[in-house]
């Protein structure tokens, strides 16, 4: 059997002729394995979902309980058979509930990573590698220029700011789902005890996440119920990016604009954005942790997707491993 023969790239996205479905896919499908919740690769109006259980509660959260036709939870490292295909789900290291995708048939076997980092967090499972003859990879940062700092420094960075500016509001833009918790819990693993205060849209995912175990601290809502912008001085509120341009930000103590995500080590960004502390904290592995990946696999052959793909297919065919760029649509940025 061929790679192509068991997976290949659709309008809709990944498809599994021999098991007819799809992985991630980017329009309404009959069934759909999905690898994790972030709206990029999560669409409501499938037929059939099959994902972890805590993706399926996600998808859910955002999209409603009736997201899809039915469901199924997939349960980490268990192997099941859809139409004499096995497919097994295991940890990607990316979000809570996030997975790589394991398919197999007639001895070969592919592995469709979705979205993974390498670093520890304590918000979700850890990156497991799996050895398979196709590693299908994200090329986010696939480029060398991409080498992120320590966690844990870029977090005593911003507590640093908070100490040296206590009479002003720090307000930290973060994606609503993983990056929003990962953050909380960096800055509860540095010691940082007092309550961190979210803007509304954040507070169902953070919930979320506390349901399932993971200890955030106290958490509360960014409120101004008497209108005092002094009440939040010297604190940290943790909120969406989007939300730096609205009105909501400019009712607190000439706040400091931070932002956590892997593209504030790129200059032009930081000044696109007006940010004022940038924090280079990201939910996907940088070129090293690519590299490292792909050979940590085995595999044979690797397919890119989704960024900067001619970097790491070029690096592959410079170490002697067959690769090519899958050139998928409808693939964002959302993790970041």
């Not at 980092?117 to 480029?143: M, Q, S, W």
């Not at 307000?171 to 509860?188: E, F, H, P």
Request: proline letters at 6%.
């Amino acid at each position: 059997m061929r790679p192509s023969d068991l997976l290949l790239p659709m309008p809709q996205g990944l498809y599994c002729p021999p098991g007819n479905f799809y992985i991630d896919p980017v329009s309404p499908v009959g069934a759909a394995l999905i690898t994790h919740g972030h709206s990029d690769h999560a669409r409501s109006g499938h037929d059939k979902v099959l994902a972890t259980s805590q993706t399926l509660d996600i998808m859910a959260l955002r999209y409603g309980e009736r997201f899809a036709g039915v469901t199924q939870v997939a349960t980490v490292g268990e192997e099941m058979q859809i139409n004499g295909v096995s497919v097994r789900f295991v940890p990607a290291g990316h979000v809570l509930g996030s997975a790589q995708i394991v398919v197999e048939k007639d001895g070969l076997r592919i592995v469709a990573s979705g979205d993974y980092k390498r670093r520890p967090d304590a918000t979700c499972l850890p990156f497991e590698p799996v050895a398979c003859d196709v590693f299908i990879t994200e090329a986010t940062f696939g480029l060398p220029v991409f080498r992120h700092p320590d966690d844990h420094d870029e977090i005593r960075r911003l507590l640093h700011s908070v100490e040296q500016f206590p009479e002003r509001t720090h307000l930290v833009g973060a994606y609503a789902l993983g990056k929003a918790q990962r953050v909380i819990s960096l800055l509860r693993q540095a010691g940082y005890d007092r309550t961190i205060y979210l803007h509304g849209a954040l507070e169902k995912l953070s919930s979320y996440y506390q349901s399932q175990g993971i200890d955030l601290g106290d958490l509360a809502p960014a409120t101004l119920e008497k209108g005092n912008q002094n009440d939040f001085a010297g604190e940290i509120i943790i909120c969406p990016p989007s939300a730096f341009s609205d009105r909501w930000a400019r009712r607190f103590a000439d706040p400091i604009t931070s932002f956590a995500s892997g593209w504030m080590q790129i200059r032009q960004r930081i000044k696109q954005q007006g940010v004022e502390l940038p924090l280079i904290l990201s939910d996907h592995s940088d070129w090293d942790e690519l590299t490292e990946t792909i050979r940590e696999t085995g595999a044979s052959e690797i397919w890119v997707t989704h960024g900067r793909e001619e970097a790491l297919v070029r690096w592959c065919e410079l170490n002697q491993i067959a690769a090519r760029p899958l050139h998928l649509v409808g693939y964002e940025d959302e993790a970041e």
